[in-house]
C-alpha cells in the first residue's frame, strides 16, 4: 500500500501534534511534508495530499473532508502567535495587511473588526513581514512563529484569540486534522494520537530543540506550548468552531455552514 501522505504546518505550535511523525515514528505509513497552512489547505484540495493539518475553516471549503477527532491547535485566551499588529489605534485602520500564509485567521480578522469596532477596511495580502505589511497598511495580520517575534514595545497588540473569546466566551480553534474522502486504513486517529502524546510528553525535548531553531529561549516556548495553545477538540473547541462558522457565514465569508463530519 503507498504511504499516506501528510501535510504537516511549518510552525511551532504544530509540533506537539506531529512530534512522533517529525521523529520518524509510522515511517512506514506515512509520509509527512511540511508547508505553510494555506499551502497543505491547497495540496490537500487538489489531492496532493491525503490528510493535512489545515486551517479550521477549510473544512468548510474544501468538499467532502472528515476531520479526526478529539486533537485541534486551539485557545482558550490569548494565544500569542495570531496577532494584529498596527501603527495606529485600531479605531483609524483603513487597510488591512493580511499574511498570505493565513486562511483561518484572515476570516476571524474580518470578523472581530467588523464586530468589535464597526471597521470594514480594505485588505491586502504581503509575505510574513511586519515592517514590510505595515509600510504598505495600518495593520497587518501576522500568525504563527513570525508572530512570537513581533517587537510588542514598536507596535499596538491585539491578540486575536483573546478578542474571540472576549467577544463569545468561546475557544478559537485555529486547525484541525483533515482526511480526504478516499482515504481507508483502519484506526487512523491511532497514530495521529499517539503522535501528540509522544508530542506532550517530550515537551522538554522539542521546547529546547525549536528555541534553538527559532533564537528564542526555551522556557518561552514551553510556556507557549502549555499555557496559550490547547491540542484537544472536545465539546467546548466544537461549538467554538461551530460558531466561527457560524459567523464567518453571516458576514458573507463562506456559504451556509455544513456540519463537521468526523471520522468514525
Request: charged fraction near 25%; charge should be negative; proline fraction near 8%.
Amino acid at each position: 500500500m503507498p504511504k499516506l501522505r501528510v501535510g504537516i504546518v511549518n510552525f511551532l505550535n504544530s509540533k506537539p501534534l506531529a512530534w512522533g511523525f517529525l521523529k520518524g515514528h509510522h515511517a512506514d505509513l506515512f509520509a509527512p511534508s511540511y508547508h505553510p497552512p494555506s499551502l497543505v489547505a491547497r495540496l490537500l484540495a487538489q489531492g496532493n495530499l491525503d490528510i493535512g493539518l489545515i486551517p479550521s475553516i477549510e473544512v468548510q471549503r474544501i468538499p467532502n473532508l472528515r476531520v479526526l477527532p478529539d486533537m485541534c491547535v486551539a485557545a482558550h485566551h490569548e494565544v500569542r502567535s495570531v496577532l494584529l499588529v498596527s501603527r495606529v489605534p485600531l479605531p483609524e485602520v483603513r487597510r488591512v495587511a493580511l499574511d498570505t500564509n493565513s486562511r483561518t485567521s484572515a476570516t476571524l480578522v474580518r470578523i472581530l473588526l467588523r464586530e468589535r469596532w464597526g471597521l470594514s477596511p480594505e485588505y491586502i495580502h504581503e509575505r510574513p513581514d511586519p515592517e514590510r505589511m505595515l509600510a504598505e497598511a495600518d495593520a497587518a495580520l501576522v500568525i504563527g512563529d513570525p508572530a512570537l517575534r513581533v517587537d510588542r514595545e514598536r507596535y499596538l497588540i491585539t491578540d486575536l484569540a483573546a478578542e474571540w473569546k472576549d467577544l463569545t466566551g468561546q475557544p478559537f480553534v485555529f486547525a484541525v486534522w483533515a482526511v480526504r474522502p478516499e482515504v481507508e486504513i483502519p484506526d487512523l486517529p491511532f497514530y495521529f494520537k499517539s503522535s501528540l502524546r509522544y508530542g506532550l510528553s517530550s515537551l522538554d525535548t522539542l521546547a529546547r530543540e525549536a528555541a534553538a531553531e527559532m533564537g528564542l529561549d526555551s522556557s518561552e516556548v514551553r510556556a507557549y506550548l502549555t499555557e496559550n495553545l490547547s491540542f484537544f477538540l472536545r465539546d467546548e473547541e466544537i461549538k467554538g468552531l461551530e460558531e466561527f462558522y457560524r459567523r464567518a457565514h453571516e458576514h458573507g465569508l463562506i456559504l451556509e455552514p455544513r456540519p463537521i463530519e468526523f471520522w468514525k
